[in-house]
């Protein structure tokens, strides 16, 4: 994907147009077939990565033309990994975002957040696919500024859940300090610590994160 | 002598790396600049290019850890040791002209190698880091090797991306390392 630049920011949500019936009814069909096309683009990945993936597959795999697939996404095969990226990205966080509102304390929340972050990078089939036959796709994304930007949306994105127990700053810190685990033990995994297990990352939470964000008998 | 003829092929890679970049670098170069012939070049590097390049930037890689390791060396205790490791690191990646360089112009042909060996990275940060957490103790329910493992593993993502904190900045340092890095490795 060394041509793909992914970008890691969360799709806004999309509004449902109100206009006339016909025109909604032919915005959801094109909604339908984008989203054919990219669940498409996803199960290819999975056989065959995606610098060999090719818009043909896609189309054939989607069940429409190779015509289609141009139309919906501008910038052709480039065009398309983004818009998948940021649909698996959107959905990423909008399932931590479900776990996060129902959390009832700051420890639950630290918890079933980084737990729920790794079980989906964990069971993301086109992700560990990836990771293992074609890392200059993703490895990338998460050193040095490509981290930075990563630990700044997913810290923007984690804060105000967070911030029914801490001080807004804290709760931006917290946020950044639980990416940096989650990504850390998803990519490198630690003989002792299963970071997709709720068990495991309430040991880590608890003997690492907790006593620095609530203990005020911390070292001088 | 073999050993040193490895030595001096990593060496040449990573000089004619600073010079042309890695994917303009042939193995011809390599050859020239280690005063080598193409055939010893590849008695030592079967894989050819790519394995001169992925052994290039593990050896250059282990090179920056034993700095760090040397850095530390004298820190009184493992909070010092773990802040001048925090500001040692980040200094020395700004610092690194050719990682730099590659990091603008080449981010694709580097960045997957270093990613694929941080298991070998982070073993190299938990050895000096180890021996900092058993000078410094665990509270009791702490497990010595894992506090060592989640220490070396905060340090390797710093070094990374220092995100919301200045890691040039030895009071913010000193703050991290206080709550981010030790609060849960204070005796009772």
């Known amino acids: 994907m060394s041509q793909v630049s992914v970008v890691l920011v969360p799709a806004p949500v999309e509004k449902q147009g ?6 909604e009814q032919r915005g959801n069909e094109k909604r339908g077939v984008e989203q054919r096309v990219i669940e498409g683009a ?3 990945i999975c056989r065959w990565g995606v610098a060999k993936t090719s818009l043909d597959d896609v189309a054939r795999e989607a069940g429409c033309s190779r015509a289609t697939v141009y139309r919906l996404f501008p910038g052709a095969k480039a065009g398309l990994m983004e818009a998948v990226a940021r649909t698996e990205i959107a959905r990423f966080f909008a399932g931590i975002g479900e776990r996060l509102e129902q959390a009832e304390s700051l420890e639950d929340a630290l ?7 790794g079980c989906r990078l964990l069971d993301h089939k086109p992700l560990q696919y990836l990771l293992v036959n074609e890392p200059e796709a993703v490895l990338p994304r998460l050193a040095f500024a490509e981290m930075e930007q990563v630990l700044r949306v997913a810290s923007t994105f984690a804060a105000p859940y967070l911030a029914r127990w801490l001080a807004p700053d804290d709760a931006l810190r917290a946020a950044e300090w639980a990416a940096r685990l989650v990504i850390s033990y998803s990519i490198t995994p630690a003989p002792g610590t299963a970071i997709d297990d709720e068990g ?6 608890r003997s690492f994160v907790l006593p620095g964000l609530t203990n005020r008998n911390l070292p001088k | 002598m073999a050993a040193s003829a490895r030595e001096r092929i990593l060496e040449a890679t990573y000089g004619c790396v600073a010079r042309y970049g890695i994917s303009k670098t042939t193995v011809e170069d390599v050859a020239r600049e280690a005063r080598l012939s193409r055939a010893t070049v ?38 010092e040791l773990l802040e001048e490791a925090l500001m040692f690191a980040h200094r020395a990646v700004a610092e690194h002209e050719v990682l730099q360089r590659i990091l ?6 580097l960045l997957p190698q270093l990613s694929v060996d941080s298991d070998r990275v982070l073993g190299w940060i938990r050895t000096f880091v180890q021996a900092g957490v058993e000078r410094h103790g665990v509270p009791a329910g702490v497990d010595g090797a894992e506090a060592a493992d989640y220490l070396s593993r905060m340090v390797l993502s710093f070094i990374s991306a220092q ?10 340092v000193r703050e991290l390392v206080r ?10």
């Open chain 1, 42 to 44: 996803l199960r290819c």
């Open chain 2, 163 to 172: 995100g919301r904190w200045d890691l040039t900045d030895r009071a913010q």
């Open chain 1, 111 to 117: 918890v079933v957040g980084m737990a729920e972050a």
């Open chain 2, 179 to 188: 709550t981010e890095l030790l609060a849960g490795l204070e005796p009772g």
């Open chain 1, 200 to 205: 495991s990352v309430r040991a880590l939470v």
């Open chain 2, 42 to 79: 590849y008695r030592h590097f079967p894989g050819g290019k790519d394995d001169l390049m992925a052994e290039t930037i593990r050896w250059e890689t282990g090179r920056f850890f034993i700095r760090l390791a040397e850095a530390v060396a004298h820190a009184d205790g493992l909070a």
């Open chain 1, 18 to 23: 109100n206009g006339k019936r016909g025109v």
């Open chain 2, 104 to 109: 603008q112009t080449e981010p694709d042909l």
